[in-house]
C-alpha cells in the first residue's frame, strides 16, 4: 500500500514534466515554423502580389532565410526581388541593403539593374532642382522676400515722414512763438509811439525821450501812415533816428521852430540836420 502510494505521488510529477517539456519544444519550434510560413506564402505572393509579399519578406529576419533550406539561386532570387521592390518604393538604401547579400559572382549584374531602376527612379521624380515643388517654394520664398524689403522700406518711408512732420510741427511751434513774441512786442512799440503821439498832439514837449521812445514813435508813424513815411524819405539814401523825426514833424505840418522848441535844440541844430540831410539827398 505504501508503495502503490509513492507511485501514485510520482506519477503527477512525470506527467507535468512531459508537459512542460512538450510546450518548451512547440515554444521554440513555433517561430521557426511561423518565419517558414511566412517565406513560403511570399514566395507564392512573388510573382501575383509582390507588395503584399515584400511585406512578409521584410517580416522575416535575415538569419532565418539562410535556416530554411532553401536552394541559392531561390534565396537570390528573393533577395533580387526585395530589392527591386524596395528601389521602386522609393527606398534605395534598403534596396541596397538587400543585394549586398547576392553572392558576388551575380552581385555586378544586380548591381547593374539596381542601377539602372535607380537611373529610372531618379528620372521619374526629376532633379530636386526641376521639381515644380522646388520652384513653387522658391517662388514663395522670393515674394516673401520682397514682401519683407517692401515693408521694411515703406516703415522707413514712414518713419522719415513722421520724423520730418514732427521737425516741421516743431518748427511751426517755434515760429509761432516768435510770431506771438514780436506781435507783443510790436503792440507794447506801437503802444508806446501812439502815446507819445497823442501828447504831441495834446501840445506836450517831447522832453527827455529816449532813443528807444523816438524808435517807437517813428514806427508808429509808419503803421498809420505808411505811404507817407515812403513818400517823405524817398528822396534820401539813408537818415538817422533824429533826421526820420525831423522829417515826420515837418510832414505833421510843425515850422522848424515848432520842431526846435519840441525837441528843446537849438536853431543851428535844427540847421545842422536840413545840412546833413541835403548831403544825403539822392541824385
Given at each position: 500500500?505504501?508503495?502503490?502510494?509513492h507511485q501514485?505521488?510520482?506519477?503527477?510529477?512525470?506527467?507535468?514534466?512531459?508537459?512542460?517539456?512538450?510546450?518548451?519544444?512547440?515554444?521554440?519550434?513555433h517561430?521557426?515554423?511561423?518565419?517558414?510560413?511566412?517565406i513560403?506564402?511570399?514566395?507564392?505572393?512573388?510573382?501575383h502580389?509582390?507588395?503584399?509579399?515584400?511585406?512578409?519578406?521584410?517580416?522575416?529576419?535575415?538569419?532565418?532565410?539562410?535556416?530554411?533550406?532553401?536552394?541559392?539561386?531561390?534565396?537570390?532570387?528573393?533577395?533580387v526581388?526585395?530589392?527591386?521592390?524596395?528601389?521602386?518604393?522609393?527606398?534605395?538604401?534598403?534596396a541596397?541593403?538587400?543585394?549586398?547579400?547576392?553572392?558576388?559572382?551575380?552581385?555586378k549584374?544586380?548591381?547593374?539593374?539596381?542601377?539602372?531602376?535607380?537611373?529610372?527612379?531618379?528620372?521619374?521624380?526629376?532633379?530636386?532642382?526641376?521639381?515644380?515643388?522646388?520652384?513653387?517654394?522658391?517662388?514663395?520664398?522670393?515674394v516673401?522676400?520682397?514682401?519683407?524689403?517692401?515693408?521694411?522700406?515703406?516703415?522707413?518711408?514712414?518713419?522719415?515722414?513722421h520724423?520730418?512732420?514732427?521737425?516741421?510741427?516743431?518748427?511751426?511751434s517755434?515760429?509761432?512763438?516768435?510770431?506771438?513774441?514780436?506781435?507783443n512786442?510790436?503792440?507794447?512799440?506801437?503802444?508806446?509811439?501812439?502815446?507819445?503821439?497823442?501828447?504831441?498832439?495834446q501840445?506836450?514837449?517831447?522832453?527827455?525821450?529816449?532813443?528807444?521812445?523816438?524808435?517807437?514813435?517813428?514806427?508808429y508813424?509808419?503803421?498809420?501812415?505808411?505811404?507817407?513815411?515812403?513818400?517823405?524819405?524817398q528822396?534820401?539814401?539813408?537818415?538817422?533816428?533824429r533826421?526820420?523825426?525831423?522829417?515826420?514833424?515837418?510832414?505833421?505840418?510843425?515850422?522848424?521852430?515848432?520842431?526846435?522848441?519840441?525837441?528843446?535844440?537849438?536853431?543851428?541844430?535844427?540847421?545842422?540836420?536840413?545840412?546833413?540831410?541835403?548831403?544825403?539827398r539822392?541824385?
Open positions: 500500500m505504501h508503495k502503490i502510494f501514485t505521488r510520482a506519477f503527477p510529477a512525470g506527467c507535468a514534466l512531459v508537459c512542460f517539456f512538450t510546450l518548451f519544444v512547440i515554444a521554440c519550434s517561430p521557426k515554423d511561423e518565419q517558414e510560413r511566412r513560403a506564402e511570399a514566395r507564392r505572393l512573388m510573382y502580389h509582390p507588395d503584399s509579399a515584400l511585406k512578409l519578406f521584410l517580416q522575416v529576419p535575415d538569419s532565418t532565410f539562410s535556416a530554411v533550406g532553401m536552394e541559392d539561386a531561390e534565396l537570390q532570387s528573393v533577395y526581388f526585395c530589392a527591386d521592390q524596395l528601389l521602386e518604393h522609393g527606398h534605395p538604401q534598403e541596397k541593403r538587400w543585394l549586398d547579400k547576392v553572392v558576388d559572382g551575380q552581385r549584374e544586380y548591381q547593374q539593374r539596381l542601377d539602372e531602376k535607380r537611373g529610372a527612379l531618379y528620372r521619374t521624380s526629376g532633379s530636386p532642382y526641376s521639381h515644380p515643388v522646388y520652384w513653387g517654394m522658391m517662388v514663395i520664398l522670393a516673401l522676400l520682397a514682401g519683407v524689403l517692401i515693408y521694411e522700406r515703406k516703415e522707413r518711408q514712414v518713419k522719415d515722414l520724423s520730418s512732420v514732427q521737425n516741421q510741427s516743431e518748427e511751426i517755434l515760429l509761432t512763438d516768435q510770431i506771438h513774441h514780436l506781435r512786442t510790436t503792440n507794447e512799440q506801437l503802444g508806446r509811439g501812439r502815446q507819445w503821439m497823442e501828447r504831441l498832439e501840445g506836450e514837449l517831447l522832453k527827455n525821450i529816449s532813443i528807444e521812445d523816438e524808435q517807437c514813435f517813428v514806427d508813424y509808419t503803421f498809420v501812415h505808411p505811404k507817407d513815411f515812403q513818400r517823405i524819405i528822396p534820401f539814401r539813408s537818415l538817422s533816428l533826421h526820420t523825426t525831423y522829417l515826420i514833424l515837418s510832414e505833421m505840418g510843425y515850422t522848424d521852430k515848432d520842431i526846435q522848441r519840441i525837441l528843446l535844440v537849438k536853431s543851428s541844430t535844427i540847421r545842422n540836420y536840413r545840412l546833413r540831410m541835403n548831403r544825403n539822392r541824385v
